[in-house]
């Protein structure tokens, strides 16, 4: 025999679940800044004349310092959001921001630091995970004046580069929790399809050896197709695609969007949450992912980023 719960307890529930979200994303107001580093070297032996460095704080610098990194083509506003800081920068949360000082970079390529599409394009030099890193290092060290990191915690893309950490930097931080990566090159089906997305751009003629001005018409097809072959879940593209004209109604809207480079976000990721993730709030941001974002990758990443700087815009 089923048994259903009085209307009257759901909607003191539902009451609950609001009222408990609207705290969860109560934190304080971030703080924006860009550091400058002159004469910035590159693991090719490149130099940048200036390397410009972007990055934004939430609490105060006398709090235990904090580096969260961020996911492929994301940057510090994409960790800004309900499902991550709203679960974790909160009075009583986690990473309560009245206790700690937290710092989040715009990764090399990334946000408002220093990008190919800046000017240099193809010019730009070759940088990987090592570069970022570094940057990284500098900007906490050199500029915000941190001697010692009490976390670094990262997601995808950031969670390869809190391996780096942790390696390069062992006595730096006293905790790394990498998220949805592993210490591992990229390899078999992973890899092919990641070179299968950037040689769709390369070979479109509109592409012109990145020097092109409006974005190359097979990004958007190339970033459509990646995603759907490689996150979402069956489940969930099931329940939103349930017979072939709502699926092509779904995809159609996702090729009509803007053409952007692959999206990232903390959420649709397939990995279990480490323990010092909210189980919770991992299953409602998994919940909420089809309805929020575009679907996006959850793989390990590799150590090397220069497929993003040819393929971002």
Request: aromatic share 10%; hydrophobic share 35%; with cysteine.
């Amino acid at each position: 025999m089923k048994r259903f719960l009085p209307r009257g307890l759901w909607l003191a529930l539902a009451w609950l679940l609001f009222a408990f979200q609207a705290i969860a994303a109560d934190y304080p107001a971030p703080r924006h800044g860009v550091w400058t580093v002159k004469d910035f070297r590159f693991h090719t032996g490149q130099v940048l004349p200036e390397l410009k460095l972007a990055y934004s704080t939430v609490g105060e610098p006398t709090g235990e310092p904090v580096l969260v990194l961020h996911g492929t083509t994301g940057s510090a506003a994409s960790m800004l959001n309900p499902n991550f800081a709203g679960e974790l920068f909160g009075a009583g949360q986690p990473l309560d921001a009245s206790k700690y000082f937290i710092i989040l970079p715009d990764a090399i390529g990334t946000g408002r630091s220093s990008k190919p599409s800046d000017g240099l394009r193809m010019g730009f030099p070759k940088y990987n995970y090592e570069d970022m890193v570094e940057a990284q290092y500098r900007l906490v060290r050199e500029h915000l004046g941190v001697k010692h990191l009490r976390l670094v915690i990262g997601n995808s893309m950031g969670g390869m580069q809190t391996w780096m950490w942790a390696q390069k930097y062992p006595g730096f931080m006293d905790v790394a929790v990498p998220m949805a990566s592993l210490p591992t090159g990229m390899s078999g089906r992973n890899w092919m399809l990641r070179r299968l997305l950037t040689e769709a751009i390369r070979r479109d003629p509109a592409w012109n050896n990145g020097n092109y001005t409006t974005q190359p018409p097979s990004l958007q097809f190339a970033s459509v197709f990646f995603a759907t072959a490689t996150n979402g879940g069956n489940h969930s593209y099931m329940r939103n695609g349930p017979n072939r004209e709502r699926a092509d109604a779904a995809l159609d809207a996702r090729l009509k969007g803007p053409s952007t480079a692959m999206p990232t976000t903390t959420c649709c990721s397939g990995n279990r949450p480490p323990t010092t993730t909210p189980r919770a709030a991992w299953r409602r941001s998994r919940r909420r992912c089809w309805r929020s974002t575009p679907p996006t990758t959850s793989a390990t990443r590799s150590n090397s980023a220069s497929w993003t700087a040819r393929s971002s815009a």
